[in-house]
Every structure is written in C-alpha cells, then in structure tokens.
C-alpha cells in the first residue's frame, strides 16, 4: 500500500482520486491522503500533474511508501524551515530536530 499525501489539499486529493479511477487505479481517500496499491506511483503522479497543468507542484517520496504532493513556495521567506531528507516543513529548529530523528538521523 502507497500513500501519496496531498499535504493537507483536500480539493487535490478529490482530483486526484478521479483521475485514478478514470486510468481504471483503484484507490481510497481519507481527506488530503490517497492509498494506491501501485507500482509505478511516480509516474503516475507526473501524468496527473502534467496533464491537470499542475506546474507549480512537486513530488517528494518521504519515505518507502508514501509520497508527498505539494505546491512549491519560499517557505524559508516565512521563517519556516524545511526537512532537507523529505522536504517536510516545520517552524522551529527544534521540531526539524525532532522530525529529522525519524529518518534515523544521529544529531548531537
Ligand atoms: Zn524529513
């Protein structure tokens, strides 16, 4: 099971769940997540990106199953900073520290 997250977009999740269902890719959505029993997730999410015109979105693979689907804006302009492995996004050092610990990451 592959879970692509749609980083809290509920309305992309709803779009991307018909376009799997139109390409015959059964799936289920729980709000912005969608779970796909598929191999070949990143392709895919190229073609819906691509051909929905989604231009300012990327795919990020956070970890073996699951995908991140998300805008890509200057977050570092907000004072928020982003998890260099996955491209998750917190808003202190101290949470980047403790996200960054679930990738087994040693940190002193
Ligand atoms: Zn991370």
Redesign the pocket.
Known sequence: MITIDCAGDTELADKLVNYLKNNGIDCTQEDSLVLVTLNEVEKILKMFLKETRRVEYSILK?DLTTFVVAKVVPIEDFGLLR?N??G?VVSSEEELTA??RA?GIQLL
């Open positions: 956070s998890c492995i996955c998750y996200h960054q990738h």
